[in-house]
Each structure stands twice: as structure tokens, then as C-alpha cells.
């Protein structure tokens, strides 16, 4: 069963891509992954927005930034991560998502501009969310889904300021202030 | 069993909301959708880039824009659609799931900007996907793929003059001229 996912965001721009970037930290975060990694430009607003959120909505999420996509990949495989990238090329999520499964660690590449086709050749897995053009956040929510079983829609955080109380109608929102 | 989905995007603001209401519009067609109506500002940018995706890749799905999110809401209860908005605040997916699967018509409504109280009011189901700020991209997509029971990333686009053949490494693309 999977239970540690890394996410390894590829090829980030700055300002350009502060908007999807930001959605896939979010997505990473609510979906049960335990970091992302953004390789490309270094981009100090991204996290100082997330650990806001983190620090607000609880759980133990973390940014971090690389240069290098190469080392990362290097790095995750020594310790054993399962290497995954999703692309509209890869195999289909529905076909191998039991196996994928069975890995309890996956680095978890998404791309944002074309990706080198070394990182097809590096992962372990290519992987799509259907074969047809779409988004890099929605693939990864889809991927995340499907590794963590649903589970991870009834993730609890820890230590949150804010929590929401969900209703068929209307808003419930606990805050915790000291 | 749900067949039919319309996506009503809820206060799209051009320029600033560009990128995201296009993956928004591509995810809703990647994974099942028929439609997309745009409420807000009226950007035909996004029309023609989702159009000739839809040449290219095929398939029949639609993209309208609208004034007023209210007669929209009424235009389609008036259809016998059943009426959901996608909010951090409703039920949780997981819970009524299988409830909102045996509607065959669905208005599914994402917001951008804060959405107007009414909209709570007016809609069947208020659903969340985990009760943590993330993505309205996301949400749509966890969403589509729960409705449609992961039939949808089986789906097959017709008359496509380009097509994927998923591969384990590697591009495989098909492309029919004329």
C-alpha cells in the first residue's frame, strides 16, 4: 500500500506558471502527498504561501526547490522511491495502478514544459490520466486518488487553526485562536 | 448511472483566470463532460484554443459563456438536471457519491471567485472534496472521475486526426491528414 508520496514538480517558471504551481503544492498537500519538490526557477512566493496554509490548516506539508530534475530522480532511487511520471503518453493509470500500489514510496514527476525525454527513460513508470491533452494538476489529484484508495479524502491534519465542518448547505468553519 | 455533465465555471476573470479556467475546460472534456459554460467575462481566447483542441483531438464537447450564473442554474433545473457545486464547505464526495450517480443529468458548478451564498441555496448537492483549500481543477476532476465511476478514462473521441497509443516508455502518436 502506498503511504509516502514525493512529488518532483518539472521545469518551473516563474511567473508564468505561479498559478498551476501553486494549485499542484495545494492539490499535493490536500491529496495525502508529503512533499513537492519544484525544480526550475526558485520561486520564494510559492512557499511562502503554502506554509501559510500550512500553518493555518494544519499538517506537516513541505516545499523544497531543486536545480537539477536529474539529481532529485538520483537521489529518490537510492532510497528506494518508486519512480513515477505522469504524461499523456505513459500507461494507463486504470491498468497499473494495483501495481503501483504495492510501492509504500513514489516520487511522483509532473511536468509543466516539455519534459526531457530522459525522465521517460529514468522512471519506472510512465503513466496517463487518459490519452488526451488536459492538465498537470488534474492528473495528479486523478493519480493520487487512485494510489491512496480514496483514503486520503478523509486525511486528518494535524495541529490545524482552521477546520471545516462539512454541510449539505451553507458554511461551518471551526478557527482555533490562542 | 451518470451520462451527461455540464460544467457551469462560475465568475471567469480574463487574464487573470486565463490558464486556469482553459485546464478547467480541458479536463472537463478530457474526462467526460459534454459542455462548459463560462459565466464572468466573456473570453473568446479560450474558446479557440479549446475549439481547435477538439478539431484535433476529437470528439463534440462544447464551450458557451454566460451573463447570468442564475438563469443558467434555472435554465437547467428546468432540464431536470440535478444541480451540484463543487465547494470546500459541502458534503464530502466519498459520502454521496453513489446518491449523485444515479442522476443521468448533471450541472456541475465550479467556482473561481468567491461564489454568491445563493448558489449554496440553489443547488441539490453543496460537494467537497476533502475539506481543504486546493484546487477547483482538482475538484472537477476527482469529481468527473467519481460520477462517471472511472468509465470516462476509457472514453473514445471520434473523428480524431490525432490519437495516443499509451506506451510503458516513450511517445506513440497517430496522426490522420487528409
Given at each position: 500500500m502506498t503511504k509516502d508520496v514525493?512529488i518532483?514538480?518539472?521545469?518551473?517558471?516563474?511567473?508564468?506558471?505561479?498559478?498551476?504551481?501553486?494549485?499542484?503544492?495545494?492539490v499535493a498537500r490536500a491529496l495525502g502527498a508529503k512533499?513537492?519538490?519544484?525544480?526550475?526557477?526558485?520561486?520564494?512566493?510559492?512557499?511562502?504561501?503554502?506554509?501559510?496554509?500550512?500553518?493555518?490548516?494544519?499538517?506537516?506539508?513541505?516545499?523544497?526547490?531543486?536545480?537539477?530534475?536529474?539529481?532529485?530522480?538520483?537521489?529518490?532511487?537510492?532510497?528506494?522511491?518508486?519512480?513515477?511520471?505522469?504524461?499523456?503518453?505513459?500507461?494507463?493509470i486504470?491498468?497499473?495502478e494495483s501495481?503501483l500500489r504495492k510501492s509504500s514510496k513514489i516520487?511522483l514527476?509532473?511536468?509543466?514544459?516539455?519534459?526531457?525525454?530522459?525522465?521517460?527513460?529514468?522512471?519506472?513508470?510512465?503513466?496517463?490520466?487518459?490519452?488526451?491533452?488536459?492538465?498537470?494538476?488534474?492528473?495528479l489529484a486523478i493519480i493520487l486518488d487512485r494510489l491512496f484508495a480514496g483514503k486520503e479524502l478523509d486525511k486528518?491534519?494535524?495541529?490545524?487553526?482552521?477546520?471545516?465542518?462539512?454541510?449539505?448547505?451553507?458554511?461551518?468553519?471551526?478557527?482555533?485562536?490562542?
Amino acid at each position: 500500500m502506498t503511504k509516502d508520496v514525493v512529488i518532483l514538480r518539472y521545469g518551473h517558471r516563474v511567473v508564468r506558471d505561479y498559478r498551476v504551481t501553486s494549485h499542484c503544492c495545494l492539490v499535493a498537500r490536500a491529496l495525502g502527498a508529503k512533499k513537492i519538490i519544484i525544480q526550475g526557477d526558485e520561486d520564494g512566493s510559492i512557499k511562502t504561501s503554502v506554509n501559510d496554509i500550512v500553518e493555518r490548516w494544519g499538517g506537516s506539508f513541505e516545499v523544497e526547490f531543486a536545480d537539477s530534475w536529474k539529481r532529485v530522480i538520483e537521489e529518490y532511487k537510492k532510497k528506494k522511491y518508486l519512480i513515477v511520471h505522469a504524461t499523456m503518453y505513459g500507461s494507463q493509470i486504470q491498468k497499473i495502478e494495483s501495481k503501483l500500489r504495492k510501492s509504500s514510496k513514489i516520487l511522483l514527476i509532473i511536468g509543466s514544459q516539455k519534459v526531457d525525454s530522459e525522465v521517460y527513460d529514468l522512471s519506472d513508470y510512465n503513466v496517463s490520466v487518459t490519452t488526451q491533452p488536459h492538465s498537470e494538476i488534474a492528473a495528479l489529484a486523478i493519480i493520487l486518488d487512485r494510489l491512496f484508495a480514496g483514503k486520503e479524502l478523509d486525511k486528518k491534519f494535524k495541529n490545524a487553526k482552521i477546520k471545516i465542518t462539512p454541510q449539505a448547505k451553507g458554511k461551518k468553519v471551526v478557527k482555533q485562536t490562542n
